[in-house]
Nanobody, 125 residues
């Protein structure tokens, strides 16, 4: 069984920072591409960032470039999303997802087969 569990969400003021974690169990994380997605109420789920198996390639949605940083620590079987300079429009449920073959190209496809439960990020003054 493959499981992904997100954590690190919360309520922050505009300009603040959060670091999301995605912990994997039941599979070797280094075999998988990882994507971060988010979904605001009433909106389509959108890809935020992705990272290759080795971590050597990363990509970001235009809306988060230069503010978010994705990384992975395969030794810890985890992936992270550092979010800085947060804006109200960053509010949403953030999901991590894993795929063996889905390329790390933005905008991300939502066809990743394995998903976490999501963690809420709220940015408000």
């Amino acid at each position: 069984q493959l499981q992904l569990v997100e954590s690190g969400g919360g309520l922050v003021q505009p300009g603040g920072s959060l670091r999301l974690s995605c912990a994997a169990s039941g599979f070797r994380l280094d075999y998988y591409f990882i994507g971060w997605f988010r979904q605001a109420p009433g909106k389509e789920r959108e890809g935020v960032s992705c990272i290759s198996r080795s971590g050597g390639s990363t990509n970001y949605a235009d809306s988060v470039k230069d503010r978010f940083t994705i990384s992975r620590d395969n030794a810890r079987n985890a992936v992270y999303l550092q979010m800085n300079s947060l804006k109200p429009e960053d509010t949403g449920i953030y999901y991590c997802a894993a795929a063996l073959h889905t390329p790390c190209v933005l905008p991300l496809s939502t066809t990743y087969p394995y998903w976490g439960q999501g963690t809420q990020v709220s940015v408000s003054s």
